[in-house]
């Protein structure tokens, strides 16, 4: 290892006299002696290959041209959902996320309360009009996360082991799941009808045992299409006292009836769509509901902010509920250990959903359904494409089954993105026994312009597919 003789100016500790003392402190006479347990080949003894430092405008200049490869969805039509999707972001969402009493702290969590407390509150109340339910809890990471924490919550409560799940659920959300919950959770997948995607009833009857602790389903679901069989579903878990938990896209709840109103238990998903821009590892945050029943609220993990009368006369105030169940009060005592949470987007969410009202909400909707329709339409209109592959009926997530093109969704896609498109989700990995089949998302932004583009540009893809074809055919 190479011995530092200078200071660095921006590398702290490195000052030899600091150095000197440390190693004295720690009981050691050299830094190398700090790595005698690592073999000598796995050392790097050389200098590093570090180009000489730049100046602002040029260092700027450089990162600019690497971050001009992306291409976002301002360049490109955006096709492609599952699990982030591409929603209208009224300027007044940034504007109020942004504000430095919000912004500033750790984690969305500013350590001087100019109204931080309220507006939480605020968001938990217009959440838990939308989806019908009491107690909203400050949000956590993601859609996956508030998932996972339900099922805990329903472990604890029912003091059972087992999970049920649909097969049907997005494989990146099923490994969050199974390692947050394990080892104590066994998750178990319930099959589902080839035809409609629907949670199959006779699977589910079979797998469900006094072992059950919960069983989530969603709606709509990862493929798109409306689960309409909530009400038989929560019958079922609950003639064994098992919880129902429902997933939910929050942007289909203008024009879909809330799961509390199914027999949900918990409600969890994705902040997403309320206010908040796609981001490469960043905007995805989870929300999680119950009714205002004790047993349900006491296993909450995360903060929740209530309000109550203070001592002077026609004055409230805001504040954590019931903050002794957190580990924030009970460190290692606590049911779930709960930091870092996304209460940013929790208020994001709050501007969103006071600014559209229910009448916003409702237009949302149905005019996601209305563009989807209209696309699954135009697309079924092309020879050998089928869409949607199921006969249920989608929100704004439909499965295009491109296996009869003799065109792989890869080779598809690749066309689309050559000609300025992102194209759907490839599920042929994910969901080999749908075979060539994508996953395409419209939402609000799209116009009539923008879909008719999707359709005419894949329909040149295939058309110059059959040519090449043609050509190999007339030559042999």
Same mark, same amino acid.
């Given at each position: 290892?190479?011995?530092?003789?200078?200071?660095?100016?921006?590398?702290?500790?490195?000052?030899?006299?600091?150095?000197?003392?440390?190693?004295?402190?720690?009981?050691?006479?050299?830094?190398?002696?700090?790595?005698? =347990?690592?073999?000598?080949?796995?050392?790097?003894?050389?200098?590093?290959?570090?180009?000489? *430092?730049?100046?602002?405008?040029?260092?700027?200049?450089?990162?600019?041209?690497?971050? *001009?490869?992306?291409?976002?969805?301002?360049?490109?039509?955006?096709?492609?959902?599952?699990?982030?999707?591409?929603?209208?972001?009224? *300027?007044?969402?940034?504007?109020?996320?942004? #504000?430095?009493?919000?912004?500033?702290?750790?984690?969305?969590?500013?350590?001087?309360?100019? =109204?931080?407390?309220?507006?939480?509150?605020?968001?938990?109340?217009?959440?838990?009009?939308?989806?019908?339910?009491?107690?909203?809890?400050?949000?956590?990471?993601?859609?996956?996360?508030?998932?996972?924490?339900?099922?805990?919550?329903?472990?604890?409560?029912?003091? #059972?082991?087992?999970?049920?799940?649909?097969?049907?659920?997005?494989?990146? #959300?099923?490994?969050?799941?199974?390692?947050?919950?394990?080892?104590?959770?066994?998750?178990?997948?319930?099959?589902?009808?080839?035809?409609?995607?629907?949670?199959?009833?006779?699977?589910?009857?079979?797998?469900?045992?006094?072992?059950?602790?919960?069983?989530?389903?969603?709606?709509?679901?990862?493929?798109?299409?409306?689960?309409?069989?909530?009400?038989?579903?929560?019958?079922?878990?609950?003639?064994?006292?098992?919880?129902?938990?429902?997933?939910?896209?929050?942007?289909?709840?203008?024009?879909?009836?809330?799961?509390?109103?199914?027999?949900?238990?918990?409600?969890?998903?994705?902040?997403?769509?309320?206010?908040?821009?796609?981001?490469?590892? =960043?905007?995805?945050?989870?929300?999680?509901?119950?009714?205002?029943?004790?047993?349900?609220?006491?296993?909450?993990?995360?903060?929740?902010?209530?309000?109550?009368?203070?001592?002077?006369?026609?004055?409230? =105030?805001?504040?954590?509920?019931?903050?002794?169940?957190?580990? @924030?009060?009970?460190?290692?005592?606590?049911?779930?250990?709960?930091?870092?949470?996304?209460?940013?987007?929790?208020?994001?969410?709050?501007?969103?959903?006071?600014?559209?009202?229910?009448?916003?909400?409702?237009?949302?909707?149905?005019?996601?359904?209305?563009?989807?329709?209209?696309?699954?339409?135009?697309?079924?209109?092309?020879?050998?494409?089928?869409?949607?592959?199921?006969?249920?009926?989608?929100?704004?997530?439909?499965?295009?089954?491109?296996?009869?093109? #003799?065109?792989?969704?890869?080779?598809?896609?690749?066309? %689309?993105?050559?000609?300025?498109? @992102?194209?759907?989700?490839? %599920?042929?990995?994910?969901?080999?026994? %749908?075979?060539?089949? *994508?996953?395409?998302?419209?939402?609000?932004?799209?116009?009539?312009?923008?879909?008719?583009?999707?359709?005419?540009?894949?329909?040149?893809?295939?058309?110059?597919?059959?040519?090449?074809?043609?050509?190999?055919?007339?030559?042999?």
């Amino acid at each position: 290892m190479k011995k530092q003789n200078t200071a660095h100016p921006y590398i702290p500790n490195t000052v030899p006299e600091v150095q000197k003392e440390m190693l004295r402190e720690i009981g050691v006479e050299t830094i190398d002696e700090l790595f005698e =347990g690592i073999p000598e080949e796995l050392r790097f003894n050389k200098e590093l290959n570090i180009p000489k *430092a730049l100046s602002e405008y040029e260092l700027r200049r450089y990162i600019d041209g690497i971050l *001009a490869k992306n291409k976002d969805t301002k360049e490109y039509l955006n096709f492609l959902g599952a699990g982030c999707w591409n929603h209208f972001i009224p *300027a007044i969402c940034d504007e109020v996320n942004s #504000r430095a009493e919000f912004l500033t702290g750790y984690a969305g969590d500013p350590y001087e309360d100019h =109204g931080r407390f309220q507006a939480l509150f605020e968001y938990q109340s217009l959440m838990a009009e939308l989806v019908d339910m009491d107690v909203v809890n400050v949000p956590t990471f993601d859609w996956a996360q508030a998932a996972a924490t339900s099922i805990r919550m329903a472990s604890r409560i029912t003091k #059972r082991k087992e999970m049920l799940l649909p097969k049907t659920i997005s494989p990146d #959300r099923l490994k969050i799941i199974k390692n947050y919950c394990s080892p104590h959770i066994e998750c178990i997948l319930v099959d589902y009808e080839e035809d409609s995607g629907q949670i199959n009833l006779r699977d589910l009857k079979e797998k469900l045992s006094t072992n059950t602790a919960a069983v989530y389903f969603e709606n709509p679901s990862y493929l798109g299409f409306i689960e309409t069989q909530g009400q038989k579903i929560s019958k079922l878990a609950k003639s064994y006292e098992a919880i129902t938990i429902v997933g939910v896209d929050p942007s289909s709840l203008g024009v879909l009836s809330p799961p509390s109103h199914y027999g949900a238990d918990i409600v969890c998903g994705d902040l997403q769509p309320l206010g908040m821009h796609m981001n490469y590892g =960043g905007g995805q945050s989870g929300f999680i509901a119950t009714h205002d029943d004790l047993t349900f609220i006491q296993e909450f993990p995360s903060r929740l902010f209530g309000i109550a009368p203070t001592v002077v006369e026609g004055e409230y =105030g805001f504040g954590d509920v019931f903050y002794d169940r957190t580990s @924030f009060a009970l460190r290692e005592k606590g049911k779930e250990s709960v930091g870092t949470q996304t209460a940013l987007w929790g208020i994001t969410a709050g501007v969103y959903l006071s600014l559209l009202g229910p009448n916003g909400m409702y237009e949302l909707g149905k005019s996601i359904m209305q563009k989807s329709q209209y696309a699954m339409g135009q697309l079924g209109n092309i020879p050998n494409i089928v869409a949607s592959r199921f006969e249920s009926t989608n929100f704004k997530e439909f499965v295009v089954d491109f296996t009869h093109t #003799r065109k792989s969704v890869k080779e598809i896609n690749q066309y %689309l993105l050559d000609n300025g498109i @992102f194209g759907g989700k490839d %599920l042929s990995e994910e969901f080999p026994e %749908l075979g060539q089949c *994508a996953l395409l998302c419209i939402t609000e932004i799209h116009s009539k312009a923008d879909i008719d583009r999707l359709v005419s540009t894949i329909q040149e893809a295939l058309i110059g597919s059959r040519k090449e074809r043609d050509g190999v055919c007339a030559k042999d």
